[in-house]
């Protein structure tokens, strides 16, 4: 998979070759470019942003660099078609399931926005240009950060670790919490390992024993525990509880 960055902090995205995913852009299992959007600008102040059409708080970036930007990346690519994703607060919700689906997409290009976001113009030309395969406004939660530098990272993350290959132990992915199968609106229980016994707290005694079906039931009725103690919200619409 290929993923493109534009941003004015391009420094943003060091954590990227670390752990993981710098084991996974060094094995050619990822690609990941990143772009100052500065560098696409043409005034000796190198200006992203301006003030909003109808008066407001704050600075809206313009669409004149992301224009010159996307379209190099875009050109870039010898004839396919990037997705264009624009993390804002007012996008569609990312969440497990948007990620499992982003697996499949060759080629991701994220536009992170700062200020007040970035003039709507863009999302709407690439969202009707030949050369994109759409565009993806999502937010990664209801609470507003300083920039969508954040939020990419977060996203990048969750799908390149859902990539063949990243993650050593495909189980691993598979049993998360909102990963797609039967456990779907739950979430993962709790975990242990040794030692045994710890400041006088003891590992579960049926996780000792090695029946695996006693450990998959006791499992499940975790999940459901820490479910509905958690996040009412999912336990509302699960399956598993019989309750949606
Ligand atoms: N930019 C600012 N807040 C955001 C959020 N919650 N999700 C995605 N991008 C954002």
Redesign the pocket.
């Known amino acids: 998979m290929r993923i493109d960055v534009v941003t004015i902090f391009p420094d943003y995205f060091t954590p990227l070759t670390c752990s993981l995913l710098g084991k996974a852009m060094a094995a050619g299992l990822i690609e990941v470019r990143i772009h100052d959007l500065r560098t696409f600008t043409h005034d000796r102040h190198n200006t992203v942003d301006d003030r909003p059409y109808g008066g407001g708080p704050g600075m809206v970036m313009s669409p004149v660099p992301w224009g010159e930007a996307l379209d190099e990346i875009a050109a870039s690519g010898e004839g396919r078609q990037p997705i264009l994703v624009v993390?804002?607060?007012s996008?569609a919700v990312?969440n497990q399931h948007a990620a499992q689906a982003w697996t499949t997409d060759p080629w991701l290009v994220f536009a992170c926005?700062r200020y007040e976001g970035i003039d709507a113009r863009v999302a709407q030309h690439y969202a009707s240009n030949a050369g994109w395969a759409g565009v993806r406004e999502?937010?990664?939660?209801?609470?507003?950060?300083?920039?969508?530098e954040a939020?990419a990272l977060v996203m990048v993350e969750a799908v390149a670790r859902l990539l063949p290959g990243v993650v050593g132990n495909e189980a691993s992915v598979t049993d998360d919490s909102f990963a797609a199968g039967s456990m779907a609106h739950l979430l993962e229980g709790p975990v242990f390992t040794k030692p045994q016994e710890w400041r006088a707290l003891a590992v579960p005694e049926v996780l000792l024993r090695g029946h695996h079906g006693q450990i998959a039931t006791w499992r499940a009725e975790q999940a459901r525990l820490r479910t509905a103690l958690m996040r009412p919200d999912l336990a509302a619409v699960s399956p598993e509880l019989g309750l949606g």
């Open positions: 993390p804002t607060p996008g990312f926005g999502v937010g990664i939660g209801d609470y507003v950060l300083a920039g969508g939020a």
